[in-house]
């Protein structure tokens, strides 16, 4: 397979999701190393866990000075969307053994977003192996650079990258919201979250809307 | 073993579960017509609630501060069918005006 960022559309996509989030991994190498982890722990969250909001969610709970069970938690309970993601990935991936090993290492929000995208199964499995490998490669390669450089670049704000992972969201989201039931769906998903913020532990007002989700979908 | 070290290989590993335990569910779920509804939501309302929540959550507070303006502008450059990285870059540009200057 060749990558074709100037001709292909779809790896075009696929670069710059990879690329722009990758980038936001620099924010949580310093995140990592600010909380008190060493270099080495916040690269091997980077290498091993690989989902953006169970990572953030890992340091900020044992920066805060939480245990590592609840870290641990609530890192499970945000990364349970990839069980949903794999489950939507599986019947066109069609992967075993090794393959599958690694497919589902790479199985998150970006991959599976760019994947369903698409038209058809063979541009949907280039979709989610050209994301979900780039974003692994600079997601760890900014994670090493930030936890390096963990002082320059401790304030994500300065460079206006808190705002760019939630637009990064919207660009996501936005392409999936066909008619009026999705864009109340997404609305409806928005506000549960919102309001579960102040009341409930992280993670849960995100994983919590998959409730919306079968409520919504149950009937046609 | 540290705390750390524990929060760090146990995540890891609960994230792999996650992952692997979704990749071998059998195929035939997902014939049924109603789970593929619910499942074309699924993305949908995470990546909302995301939404949501980067925008507005600090720690369990919700403030309006510069991201909201970056995702206000991120919003417009869609409606008007802007490239994936014209939204993202316009919408740290705008956050990133706000925060260092006013």
Redesign the interface.
């Known amino acids: 397979m060749s990558i074709n960022p100037r001709s292909n559309p779809i790896d075009r996509t696929a670069l710059s999701v990879a690329f722009t989030v990758g980038l936001y991994g620099a924010a949580f190498g310093a995140a990592g190393v600010t909380a008190g982890f060493s270099i080495i722990q916040t690269c091997l969250l980077s290498l091993l866990l690989f989902s953006g909001a169970s990572q953030f969610a890992v340091v900020g709970i044992m920066g805060a000075g939480g245990a590592a069970i609840s870290a641990i938690a609530t890192a499970t309970l945000l990364g349970f969307r990839n069980a949903l993601y794999g489950l939507q990935m599986a019947p066109i991936l069609k992967v075993k053994g090794i393959r599958r090993i690694l497919s589902a290492q790479i199985t998150i929000d970006e991959s599976t977003a760019v994947a369903t995208l698409q038209e058809n199964d063979a541009d949907r499995k280039r979709g989610f192996y050209i994301t979900g490998i780039g974003v692994y490669v600079f997601w760890n390669l900014f994670t090493f650079l930030g936890a390096l450089g963990a002082s320059a670049i401790g304030d994500p704000s300065v460079w206006g990258l808190d705002a760019a992972v939630p637009a990064a969201f919207c660009g996501l989201v936005w392409p999936r919201l066909k008619n009026k039931t999705q864009f109340i769906v997404s609305a409806a998903a928005i506000s549960w979250a919102l309001i579960l913020t102040p009341l409930t532990p992280a993670g849960v007002p995100i994983i919590t809307t998959v409730l919306l989700s079968v409520i919504f979908g149950w009937k046609k | 073993m540290s705390?750390?070290?524990?929060?760090?290989i146990?995540?890891?590993t609960?994230?792999?579960i996650?992952?692997?335990?979704?990749?071998?569910?059998p195929?035939k779920?997902?014939d049924k017509p109603?789970f593929k509804?619910?499942?074309?939501?699924?993305?949908?309302?995470?990546?909302?609630?995301?939404?949501?929540?980067?925008?507005?959550?600090h720690k369990?507070?919700?403030v309006v501060d510069?991201?909201l303006?970056?995702?206000g502008?991120?919003?417009i450059a869609?409606k008007f069918k802007a490239?994936?990285?014209v939204?993202?870059?316009?919408?740290?540009?705008?956050?990133?005006?706000i925060?260092?200057w006013f």
């Open positions: 705390q750390i070290w524990i929060a760090v146990g995540a890891s609960t994230a792999f996650n992952k692997y335990v979704g990749h071998s569910v195929e779920w997902l109603r509804r619910i499942n074309t939501l699924v993305p949908i309302v995470l990546l909302s609630a995301l939404v949501g929540v980067q925008t507005f959550a369990k507070e919700l510069q991201r303006a970056g995702v502008v991120a919003l869609l490239p994936f990285p939204v993202v870059i316009s919408a740290a540009i705008t956050s990133a005006a925060y260092n």
